[in-house]
């Protein structure tokens, strides 16, 4: 079917054309494997980008506008979509970026994959979509990011490391965690033991010098030097052992019904979030919501690379839900690497 006119067609001008005038807005796609082989290939420079843009933040060289996602639950159906926008000012770019993503429960028409949807880069100036992301693969290896932000930061040693859950996120998160180059030994817990073995078998083909190991889910051992859970569990799992670790990290529970901590571990550990959107959702909002979390005591990322660790002999407790800030700075790396293969 055309929609050219008689006109159009007899003169060969389309008048259609100088009506509407409609014009191309250049745009790439990057699939799961495009986005898995990029933030795989030099895992340390990635987390150095990471590092180096949450300073400039953090010292006010750079300028973030980061709204709270915008999370729509599917009533009792355990699933959601959220908006996720951050724009960045750096001193040499600017960085516009919103992800749109699903918590897929029913997994029929797209099976074993919890996280769907898109994430998008839009243009500095003119505000047109430059590139999309398959949004599968990014939130799992952002949040695998995000947590070896928070082991560089809060872990004095980081020797022997627990990871609670092999799914996508527990591999990301071993890969990152591993490439910071202070890890002896590693050890993944699932309920699952296969995909525990996989995970495992994965990662010590890029760590071979690396212990390691599958146990079965037992996670009241305490000879770790960091406990990390990336489960879907929707019962509290960890914080009543007699003794925690130096640094735990959750980054399973981001939906209203999913738990990983205690009352009892946030009532005994020194307590850090990547941004205070965390809040809003998970383990943080139940216990701010019983009035048993005085949210001052808090600190932030941006806080936390300003002001320093703060001293003291408590455990420290990292929790995120999930962040587009993450998502806008790992996609400027992205874009970063394809400019330099050009």
């Given at each position: 079917?055309?929609?050219?006119?008689?006109?159009?067609?007899?003169?060969?001008?389309?008048?259609?054309?100088?009506?509407?005038?409609?014009?191309?807005?250049?745009?790439?796609?990057?699939?799961?494997?495009?986005?898995?082989?990029?933030?795989?290939?030099?895992?340390?420079?990635?987390?150095?980008?990471?590092?180096?843009?949450?300073?400039?933040?953090?010292?006010?060289?750079?300028?973030?506008?980061?709204?709270?996602?915008?999370?729509?639950?599917?009533?009792?159906?355990?699933?959601?979509?959220?908006?996720?926008p951050c724009v960045i000012r750096h001193p040499d770019s600017v960085s516009k970026t919103v992800k749109i993503?699903?918590?897929?429960?029913?997994?029929?028409?797209?099976?074993?994959?919890?996280?769907?949807?898109?994430?998008?880069?839009?243009?500095?100036?003119?505000?047109?979509?430059?590139?999309?992301?398959?949004?599968?693969?990014?939130?799992?290896?952002?949040?695998?990011?995000?947590?070896?932000?928070?082991?560089?930061?809060?872990?004095?040693?980081?020797?022997?490391?627990?990871?609670?859950?092999?799914?996508?996120?527990?591999?990301?998160?071993?890969?990152?965690?591993?490439?910071?180059?202070?890890?002896?030994?590693?050890?993944?817990?699932?309920?699952?033991?296969?995909?525990?073995?996989?995970?495992?078998?994965?990662?010590?083909?890029?760590?071979?010098?690396?212990?390691?190991?599958?146990?079965?889910?037992?996670?009241?051992?305490?000879?770790?030097?960091?406990?990390?859970?990336?489960?879907?569990?929707?019962?509290?799992?960890?914080?009543?052992?007699?003794?925690?670790?130096?640094?735990?990290?959750?980054?399973?529970?981001?939906?209203?019904?999913?738990?990983?901590?205690?009352?009892?571990?946030?009532?005994?550990?020194?307590?850090?979030?990547?941004?205070?959107?965390?809040?809003?959702?998970?383990?943080?909002?139940?216990?701010?919501?019983?009035?048993?979390?005085?949210?001052?005591?808090?600190?932030?990322?941006?806080?936390?690379?300003?002001?320093?660790?703060?001293?003291?002999?408590?455990?420290?407790?990292?929790?995120?839900?999930?962040?587009?800030?993450?998502?806008?700075?790992?996609?400027?790396?992205?874009?970063?690497?394809?400019?330099?293969?050009?």
């Amino acid at each position: 079917m055309t929609h050219k006119n008689a006109f159009s067609l007899q003169t060969g001008h389309s008048l259609l054309e100088e009506v509407i005038r409609v014009h191309d807005e250049p745009y790439k796609y990057y699939d799961d494997w495009d986005v898995h082989a990029l933030l795989t290939q030099n895992p340390v420079a990635y987390i150095d980008h990471i590092m180096t843009r949450l300073k400039q933040i953090a010292d006010g060289k750079s300028d973030i506008d980061l709204p709270d996602k915008l999370v729509f639950d599917d009533g009792d159906e355990m699933s959601d979509f959220r908006v996720m926008p951050c724009v960045i000012r750096h001193p040499d770019s600017v960085s516009k970026t919103v992800k749109i993503v699903g918590t897929n429960g029913r997994q029929k028409i797209v099976p074993d994959q919890i996280t769907v949807g898109k994430a998008f880069a839009l243009h500095p100036e003119e505000n047109y979509i430059t590139a999309g992301f398959a949004g599968c693969l990014l939130s799992s290896a952002r949040t695998g990011a995000c947590v070896a932000s928070a082991a560089r930061l809060l872990a004095g040693r980081s020797h022997r490391v627990l990871i609670v859950g092999a799914g996508r996120v527990g591999y990301y998160s071993g890969l990152y965690v591993c490439a910071l180059g202070s890890t002896s030994h590693l050890q993944f817990a699932d309920t699952d033991r296969s995909r525990a073995d996989r995970a495992a078998t994965l990662l010590h083909s890029d760590f071979p010098e690396i212990d390691i190991s599958v146990a079965d889910v037992d996670i009241d051992d305490t000879d770790f030097d960091i406990v990390i859970l990336a489960t879907d569990s929707r019962e509290t799992i960890y914080g009543d052992q007699s003794s925690l670790p130096v640094l735990t990290i959750s980054v399973g529970a981001d939906t209203h019904w999913q738990h990983e901590i205690t009352r009892r571990q946030l009532s005994r550990s020194d307590i850090y979030v990547d941004t205070r959107d965390s809040f809003n959702c998970g383990d943080l909002k139940h216990a701010i919501n019983a009035d048993s979390l005085d949210t001052s005591k808090i600190t932030d990322l941006f806080s936390l690379l300003r002001e320093g660790k703060r001293p003291g002999d408590s455990p420290c407790l990292f929790i995120s839900t999930g962040s587009a800030l993450f998502d806008n700075l790992t996609i400027e790396y992205i874009l970063g690497l394809s400019d330099q293969a050009r």
